[in-house]
């Protein structure tokens, strides 16, 4: 069933980003089988239609301070299809990226808030997804989206109320380029780069990437879905 908190500010025309609209879940409704920290791979447990059919619009600002919330945030790694390389990218160190905590961070997802349309696509996460990518990189050509799975950390502030859905994109374009001043600089690498990149001292990844990078690893080198416990990473389960 759908529901609308605060519908005054249904509409987020012209308004701060505090003040917008986003889609929320319940912690309880989205964890009634048991949470899990990490990983989890999407035949696991379908989170995505959990989500579907029990999330509610919430103001941002008052989400972001209410961890009974989760926010759904749709992250995507693209891949380049032809070599396997995945585009990593630094946020931008300043004010030209919204989120302070996490400013100057390395990072291979991009995605964002699910915002409150006028028209409300069947699955919101993934059209929100698609138009996150187009608004901040250039890419040629089309890009096929797969589920891999879902990220829930709960040892930060910024993670204790987020939920990430987790896509591999795969694109036949070989160059690919930042569009938003939200993305500092970035690149296609390989996945030796991309964990050379992690293991840098010196580098600050973002938590959801380091998450993630084992599991699309073993995605890419499979060439197929994950397997119920992929190698150094375990299946989700109740905590």
Sequence with gaps: ML???NSSHALNIVMNKNDTQIMT?????????GS???????QDFNYLDL????YTWSRRGDAEND???????GYAIIVQEET????VYQRAPDQAYDEKRLRGKWSWGIGGHIDLTKEIPKNPVLENLMREINEEIHLQGPIKPYLLGYINEDQTDVGRVHFGVLYIMRTSST???PKDPEIHDGKFMTLAEAE?????PSVCVESWSQIALAPCRDFLTSQGPLSKKPPGRSACKSL
């Design 36 to 42: 899990f920290e990490g990983f989890c791979p999407a």
């Design 25 to 33: 879940v319940p912690r309880k409704l989205l964890f009634r089988q």
């Design 84 to 87: 396997n390389k995945i585009f």
């Design 51 to 54: 989500i579907l059919n029990h």
């Design 196 to 200: 050379e990149t992690l293991a840098n």
């Design 67 to 73: 961890p009974e919330q989760k926010q759904p945030i």
């Design 175 to 177: 160059t690919i380029s």
């Design 3 to 5: 529901k609308v908190i």
